[in-house]
C-alpha cells in the first residue's frame, strides 16, 4: 500500500488534518534501539523519539510486558505487590520529601491530576505558567497552554525565562532574573486583586517546548520561593526533562530548585501508557480525600512490570552518565559548525536535549521557521529523523532514545554539514 493510499485512508477514518510530520509522511514499519524501518526497508536513525526513551523494542521491556501480561493485568481496586514496589523504587530517585505517587495514563493527566492537587492542597484556584509551554490536551490543562492568545480568569501566564530573546536587552544575568522574578510576581498580585485565590505555577523543568533557552541564573529556585510564600505550590512538569534525558535523573536537579509536585510521562513506559504525579504524602493524602481519582489503566501490574524494566535498563546500562558523555560530544560537534553557518543562531541544551535556534539573520535574531522546516524535511531525506520546537516554532529538536551513541552522533554530524552546504552553500 502506497503512502498516497495510507493517507487518504487516515483521513477518511481519523479526520483531515491529523497530524504528521514532515512534507513526505513516513509509513514507519520496525524499531530496534535507535533505528526505524520504513515499509520500503529503508532505516532511519530516530533523533526525535523520547518515547522508547531505552530504545525501540529493548528485549528486557518486551520481556517484562509478555511476562506480566501472561501472568496478570487489571485495574487498581485490589492488592498487589509489584505496584507498590515500582512506587517506592520510583519515589526513591526524586529529593525528599517526594515520597507517595499518583499513577496515571498519559502527561496530560498527570498534569490534570497536580493542577487538581495543588487546588485542593492550597484551596486556590490561581495557576501560573509560561506563555509557551505545552503541559497536555485534557479541556482544563489546555488552557496552560492557550493562556498568552485566549486568557482564562484562573490562568495567568508570564514571558518564559530566557537569555536570548529578553524582555530587555543589555542587563546582566542577575538583573534578567529580577525581570523574569518581577512577572512572576505581576501574576500573583493579579490574582490577588481578582479576588481568586493563587494554587501555585507550573513549569517544564527545562522549558522543552518553549525551545530549551539558557534559564537566567538562580530563577527557578526563586521563582518556587515566591510561589511557596504567596501559598502555593510549585510543579515541575518533568514529562520530557525526566528518566536522565538531561544526564540527571530530573530537569529540576539541573535548573537547581525542589518542587513540590513532579508530573512524569512520555519516557516511564518506553511506549506503554505509563505517567504519574509524585509529591509529599500529606498532598496525595488531601487529594484523595478531596477528589477520590480513579483511572482504569493506571497502578495496574501491566504498568508496574514495565516501569520497573525500564528502570532496570537505564541503572544496568549506565545511561545516566552515557547521556551526558554523548550529550556534550555532540553539542560540542555542533559548536563547532555554529561559527561557519549563519542559521545556527543559538545552541543550548542538556544531555540528549539539544535545540538550534534557526535564523536567517544571526545579528538581529530573525527566526527562520521555513528554513528549519527544510533543514528537517533533508535530513529526513537522508535517514536522519528530527523536529522543530520553541516559541516561534524555529528550534530544531534533537531528542534521541537513551541509548544513542557516539558512532550515532557522529553520522548525524556528517549528514548535518552535508545538509548545510547543501541548503546554504559553503558557510
Not at 530530573?250 to 505509563?274: C, R
Request: charged share 20%; proline share 5%; aromatic share 8%.
Amino acid at each position: 500500500m502506497t503512502s498516497e493510499t495510507l493517507l487518504e485512508r487516515r483521513e477518511r477514518l481519523l479526520g483531515a488534518g491529523t497530524p504528521l510530520f514532515y512534507d513526505r509522511p513516513l509509513h514507519l514499519v520496525r524499531g530496534d534501539k535507535v533505528w526505524l524501518y520504513d515499509a520500503d526497508g529503508r532505516r532511519y536513525l530516530d533523533m526525535y523519539n523520547n518515547v522508547p526513551c531505552v530504545g525501540h523494542g529493548h528485549p528486557h521491556v518486551v520481556a517484562a510486558i509478555c511476562r506480566q501480561a501472561a501472568t496478570l493485568n487489571l485495574h487498581s481496586r485490589y492488592l498487589h505487590e509489584g505496584i507498590l514496589e515500582y512506587a517506592e523504587r520510583l519515589t526513591r530517585l526524586h529529593t525528599a520529601p517526594l515520597s507517595s505517587v499518583v499513577f496515571t495514563c498519559s502527561g496530560t493527566e498527570a498534569s490534570e491530576v497536580a493542577l487538581l492537587m495543588a487546588r485542593a492542597a492550597t484551596g486556590g484556584r490561581g495557576i501560573i505558567c509560561t506563555d509557551a509551554g505545552y503541559h497536555g490536551n485534557s479541556s482544563e490543562v489546555r488552557k496552560l497552554s492557550a493562556a498568552r492568545r485566549a486568557p482564562a480568569a484562573e490562568i495567568r501566564a508570564i514571558p518564559f525565562p530566557q537569555q536570548y530573546r529578553t524582555l530587555k536587552e543589555g542587563v546582566t544575568g542577575a538583573e534578567l532574573t529580577e525581570l523574569y522574578l518581577a512577572e512572576v510576581r505581576r501574576a500573583i498580585e493579579g490574582f490577588e486583586s481578582d479576588a481568586i485565590p493563587f494554587a501555585g505555577m507550573i513549569v517544564c523543568s527545562i522549558l522543552a517546548n518553549e525551545g530549551l533557552p539558557d534559564i537566567p541564573p538562580g530563577f527557578m529556585p526563586r521563582a518556587a520561593e515566591l510561589v511557596r510564600a504567596a501559598g502555593g505550590l510549585f510543579i515541575a512538569d518533568e514529562v520530557q526533562a525526566g528518566f536522565c534525558r538531561t544526564g540527571r535523573w530530573w530537569g529540576y536537579q539541573v535548573t537547581g530548585f525542589v518542587p513540590d509536585l513532579v508530573t512524569m510521562g512520555k519516557p516511564m513506559g518506553n511506549g506503554l501508557p505509563l505517567a504519574a504525579v509524585a509529591a509529599r504524602s500529606d498532598l496525595v493524602n488531601a487529594f484523595r480525600k478531596e477528589v477520590r481519582y480513579f483511572n482504569t489503566f493506571a497502578s495496574s501490574p501491566l504498568q508496574a512490570a514495565v516501569g520497573m524494566a525500564v528502570l532496570d535498563v537505564i541503572e544496568n546500562e549506565d545511561l545516566c552518565a552515557s547521556v551526558g558523555e554523548v550529550g556534550a560530544y555532540l553539542r560540542d560537534g555542533l559548536a563547532k559548525l555554529q561559527p561557519t553557518w549563519e542559521p545556527l543562531g543559538d545552541l543550548r541544551g542538556q544531555g540528549l536535549f539539544i535545540g538550534i535556534e534557526w535564523v536567517s539573520d544571526r545579528a538581529a535574531k530573525t527566526p527562520d521557521q521555513s528554513g528549519a522546516l527544510a533543514v528537517t524535511n533533508r535530513l529526513k531525506a537522508k535517514g536522519f529523523l528530527i523536529g522543530t520546537a520553541g516559541a516561534l516554532d524555529n528550534v530544531l529538536k534533537i531528542r534521541p532514545p537513551l541509548v544513542f551513541e557516539k558512532g550515532h552522533a557522529d553520522l548525524f554530524l556528517t549528514a548535518f554539514e552535508e545538509t548545510l552546504r547543501e541548503l546554504y552553500g559553503h558557510g
